[in-house]
């Protein structure tokens, strides 16, 4: 005895909400989003922050001033090629693999010269550079 009918119901999703949720979060995440770009940066250096971490003794430093004349150690660098400053970083580092470097750049120092010690240190394979900077709050 079969008590049921025959035809069986078909179970039906309807996804109708879930599209009206994605659009609402389409039309938040479009709202929200800024579309406006600066055409010129303004940046003040050398200032930062956050407190300066202790220096190593074995830390070599390189120094640049405000021509873009190199000093490593203190020592000035007879010229301003990379050839030049990479003999004087390997010979400051002696038999040291990967000395942390610091970097200290006068605010007026050209880019180029900061560019140009980063890619002597990598040249070398020196991957510990930290850049000194004045603190803004003792300012």
Not at 10 to 39: A, K
Not at 116 to 129: E, I, K
Request: charged share 20%; no cysteine; net charge negative.
């Amino acid at each position: 005895m079969n008590i049921g009918s025959g035809r069986k119901e078909e179970l039906d999703v309807n996804i109708t909400p879930l599209i009206d949720v994605v659009f609402l979060l389409l039309i938040f995440f479009m709202v929200s989003t800024t579309f406006e770009r600066e055409s010129e940066i303004e940046i003040v250096l050398p200032q930062a922050a956050a407190n300066a971490a202790p220096a190593e003794d074995s830390a070599l430093e390189v120094t640049i001033d405000a021509e873009g004349t190199f000093y490593v150690n203190g020592k000035r660098v007879i010229n301003t090629k990379i050839e030049t400053l990479k003999k004087a970083m390997q010979q400051a580092a002696g038999d040291r693999k990967d000395p942390p470097i610091i970097l200290s750049a006068d605010a007026q120092t050209p880019h180029q010269a900061v560019i140009t010690v980063m890619d002597a240190a990598r040249q070398l394979g020196f991957v510990h550079l930290n850049f000194a900077t004045v603190n803004a709050n003792e300012k």
